[in-house]
């Protein structure tokens, strides 16, 4: 029988999609990792099931234990996952920006959430950032996952999603677009793409509002440029430490309507119901149209499903009280 023994063996070996009506006016073949396939609906059960497998080897995690971690979401989805098959209590905290139904999915799983003020500095002790950290000290046997400082981050994709790219281009990949959060996916990603063939372009998607990308150009750490944005999942007030910037070649910003704007337009020409972020992973591909030449083989993260998004980019109603329709 070709079974799996539980649903975390589904995570990874994702399609690789062509994208048709929404590039048709870039010369280059661009093709979609579609990331919702995973069993979370997410990239993050690549690096949550990576990070838990280590843990448990090292003996950092041990039966019974809690995991904690400040998740925006969808790790904490991954981790609830985990959670769920392996018998550990979860709990995240999270910033009050998020979706209801994100905050709803992980209580599904049995997770407790704890949601907190977005607008504060991530050193406010109220942030979700310091929030976890102090309740991984408070509570016995607990393992805090620290995504923005945990290398076994960009590990997991350097063990998994670069491989999978590499195996499904057939090592024929010139370009690789991906947004940045943790900056873990391209990191990994981007590394095991180089050392493969040094002249692929790895080219990141920021956020208008997020630090990253003037850090990138003036490698100046401005957290006072800083300013509050809608878009989920990608963008940040600091420099994680698992975000190497020596894999990346350049970098794009991209706004909140327009990534709305595109996500919509990407399951209407494309059928592909993908969240916020691959939006700004579709706009932001566009603005480095000058990359791209006939012949070139470019790939792109679609990090999670349009599902999670119904309440805001999905919904015509909100997308009117945002003036974006
Ligand atoms: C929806 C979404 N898109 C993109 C990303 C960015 O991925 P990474 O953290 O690997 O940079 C994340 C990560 O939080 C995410 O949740």
Known sequence: MKTLNNILEAIGNTPLVKLNRVVEDIDA??????????PGQSIKD???KHIIEKAEKEGLLKPGGTII???SGNTGMGLALIAAIKGYKCIFTIPDKQSQSKIDALKAF?????????????????????????????????FLVNQYFNQWNPEAHYLSTGPEIWEQTDGKITHFVAGVGTGGTISGVGRFLKE??????????DTEGSILTHYFKTGEERPDLARPYLTEGIGEDLIPATLDFSVIDDFVQVGDKE???????????????AGWSSGSALAGLRKYKH??????????????????????????????????L
């Not at 073949?29 to 995973?38: G, I, Q």
């Not at 493969?196 to 998607?205: H, M, Q, S």
């Not at 595109?262 to 119901?273: F, G, N, P, Q, Y």
């Open 259 to 273: 990534s709305a704007l595109a996500a919509r337009e990407l399951t209407r020409k494309e059928a592909i119901w």
């Open 69 to 71: 971690e400040a998740t």
């Open 196 to 205: 493969k063939n040094p002249d692929i372009k790895v080219l990141a998607i």
């Open 110 to 142: 049995g997770a407790e959430v704890i949601v907190c003020p977005t607008a504060v500095p991530p050193e406010d002790p109220r942030s979700y950032y310091e929030v976890a950290k102090r309740l991984a000290r408070e509570i016995p046997n607990s």
């Open 29 to 38: 073949d661009v093709y979609a990792k579609v990331e919702y396939f995973n």
């Open 291 to 324: 990359y791209f030449k006939k012949g070139d083989v470019v790939v792109v993260i679609f990090p999670d499903h349009g599902s999670r998004y119904l309440a805001k980019i999905y919904n015509d109603e909100w997308m009117r009280q945002q003036g974006w």
């Open 46 to 48: 690549r690096i949550a």
